[in-house]
C-alpha cells in the first residue's frame, strides 16, 4: 500500500490549509509515514499557527494564496510534491452568507487555479480535493452515496460542489489523479470554536470553571454525522495510495442531533445542559440542511477505512481538552 521513490528519498506532500483542523492532524500522520512535508500559508498581518506550532520546525511553510494562479505555479515548482491536499478554503457554512463572492473565490475557483497549476507544473503528482457533506444539503436520499445528487443549501456549499466537480472534470479530461473527498463533519479539540460543537465543549468548559453561566445556542434538532478528525485524514491519504483515482464518502453511518452533544458534553463535565443552554434565534441558518448521514460501504470496501473513535467518545475527549485548557487559565 505505501509508496516510496523509486528513485530514492522520501515522499512529499504539499498541504494548502495546513493551519486549519484536518492540516496539522495530516501533517503529522505524513510525517509520521516518513513524507517531507510543506505546508502552504496566506500572506497575513496576523498569523495564527497555534495549531501547527510543535510542527514548525520540521515543516517548511511557504506563502501562496488560492485567489493568485502565479503563486500556486511557483509553490508546486519550488516543491515538487508527489502528492497535494487541497484543504483549504472558506469553510465556515454561516460566514458563507456575508462574503458569498469570496466564498466562490477561495473554495470554487480557487480549486480550478490549483488544479491548473498541477496540470502545468506537476502532471504526475495525486491531487486530493477536500468535498463536504454539506454539498448533499436538502438532501435527496438518506443515507447519502457517492451517486446521491448534490442540492447545495449554502454558498459555501454550492462552491463545494463546483471544486467537486471541476476536479472529476481535470481527473476525466487531463488524466490527473485527482480524488474528492467527500468527508461528513468531524470534529476534535483543534476544531475552531466557530463550529457548533466546539462552540458547545468550549461553552461546557466556561461554565464549569466558573467563567460563564449560559451557552447560547442555535437549532437544537440539526442532526449530523459526527467523527474524530484524526481518523478522516487518514482517509484521505488512502485515497492517493489506490491504483485508481475515485471519489469516496467518509462517515461514521451515525447522526446525532445538536441536543444529543449537549447532553453528553454538560453530562461529561457533571453539569444540567437545560440549565445552562439557551436557545438564540440569531444562531439560525438561513436555509438548513436536513439528515446529512453518510454511506462508506465504498471506503470501508475499498480503501479498508474504519472510524475508531465513536461518538461518545469524541465529545468527551473534546470537553477534556477544554477543561483542561480554561482550569489552567483559571490558575
Known amino acids: 500500500m505505501e509508496r516510496t521513490k523509486t528513485t530514492g528519498g522520501n515522499l512529499k506532500a504539499l498541504i494548502t490549509g495546513i493551519t486549519g483542523q484536518d492540516g496539522s492532524y495530516l501533517a503529522e500522520f505524513l510525517l509520521e509515514k516518513g513524507y517531507e512535508v510543506y505546508g502552504m500559508v496566506r500572506r497575513a498581518s496576523t498569523e495564527n499557527f ?49 462574503q458569498p463572492v469570496l466564498t466562490g473565490e477561495f473554495t470554487a475557483l480557487g480549486v480550478t487555479r490549483l488544479l491548473e497549476a498541477v496540470r502545468l507544473v506537476t502532471p504526475k503528482a495525486k491531487f486530493y480535493q477536500a468535498s463536504s457533506s454539506e454539498m448533499y444539503g436538502k438532501v435527496q436520499e438518506v443515507p447519502q452515496t457517492e451517486k446521491t445528487p448534490f442540492y447545495p443549501r449554502s454558498p459555501y456549499a454550492a462552491s463545494k460542489v463546483y471544486g467537486h466537480y471541476i476536479t472529476v ?18 470534529e476534535s479539540p483543534r476544531r475552531g470554536k466557530e463550529f457548533v460543537t466546539r462552540k458547545i465543549t468550549d461553552g461546557v468548559a466556561q461554565i464549569k470553571c466558573g467563567f460563564s453561566h449560559e ?29 485508481q483515482a475515485d471519489d469516496f464518502v467518509i462517515a461514521t453511518e451515525k447522526t446525532h442531533s445538536v441536543q444529543k452533544f449537549c447532553e453528553i458534553a ?5 453539569l444540567d445542559w437545560k440549565e445552562c443552554v439557551v436557545q438564540d434565534p440569531k444562531f439560525l441558518r438561513p436555509a438548513e440542511v436536513e439528515h446529512l448521514i453518510g454511506d462508506s460501504t465504498k471506503a470501508k470496501q475499498q480503501l479498508g477505512w474504519e472510524p475508531e473513535v465513536d461518538f461518545e467518545g469524541l465529545v468527551k475527549m473534546m470537553v477534556d481538552a477544554d477543561i483542561k485548557r480554561w482550569a489552567s487559565i483559571k490558575g
Open 50 to 98: 497555534e495549531r501547527i506550532a510543535h510542527l514548525t520546525n520540521t515543516v517548511p511553510l511557504i506563502q501562496a494564496d488560492l485567489l493568485d494562479q502565479l503563486s500556486l505555479i511557483q509553490i508546486l515548482e519550488e516543491t515538487q510534491p508527489d502528492e497535494i491536499y487541497n484543504l483549504a478554503a472558506m469553510s465556515f457554512v454561516p460566514t458563507s452568507w456575508n
Open 169 to 186: 472534470n481535470y481527473r476525466e479530461s487531463y488524466d490527473l489523479f485527482a480524488v474528492s473527498g467527500i468527508l461528513f463533519n468531524h
Open 215 to 243: 451557552l447560547r445556542l442555535g437549532n437544537l434538532e440539526a442532526k449530523r454525522d459526527w467523527g474524530f478528525a484524526e481518523d478522516y485524514v487518514k482517509a484521505m491519504w488512502l485515497m492517493l495510495q489506490q491504483e
Open 266 to 270: 454538560f453530562s461529561h463535565a457533571g
